[in-house]
């Protein structure tokens, strides 16, 4: 089982990435996957979520109207559009997935995330 993201990299504040990461090894449209970040001094939070049908989503406040998680189970990717970059939204951010084939967007942000793949580096600049 393996999830391997993509995408990182420096941009200026104001700017967009998008990030992606595909799965392997496991039934993935069985799975809900979700973003995490991790800033330097800072704990680790969760940024998005998507359910395994992709119906339902999560979002943190602090990233709401500017990132869109969306997924494509025929080729086993999730990807996170990040518009509108701050500085603040500087970390390494990691995916992660658990068997989850519920519906119920509240339930996403509680979810035990227990595969983990590598995490990728974006930096926004001021």
């Known amino acids: 089982v393996q999830l391997q993201a993509s995408g990182g990299g420096l941009v200026q504040a104001g700017g967009s990435l998008r990030l992606s990461c595909a799965g392997s090894?496991?039934?993935?449209?069985?799975?809900?996957l979700a973003w995490f970040r991790q800033a330097p001094g800072k704990e680790r939070e969760i940024v998005a979520a998507?359910?395994?049908?992709?119906?339902?989503?999560y979002y943190a406040d602090s990233v709401k109207g500017r990132f869109t998680f969306s997924r494509d189970n025929a080729k086993n990717t999730v990807y996170l559009q990040m518009n509108s970059l701050k500085p603040e939204d500087t970390a390494i951010y990691s995916c992660?997935?658990?068997?989850?084939?519920?519906?119920?967007?509240?339930?996403?942000?509680?979810?035990?995330?227990?595969?983990w793949g590598q995490g990728t580096q974006v930096t926004v600049s001021s």
């Open positions: 992660a997935a658990t068997y989850y084939t519920g519906t119920d967007g509240r339930a996403l942000k509680f979810l035990k995330y227990d595969v």
């Open positions: 998507i359910s395994s049908s992709g119906v339902s989503t």
């Open positions: 090894g496991l039934t993935f449209s069985r799975y809900a």
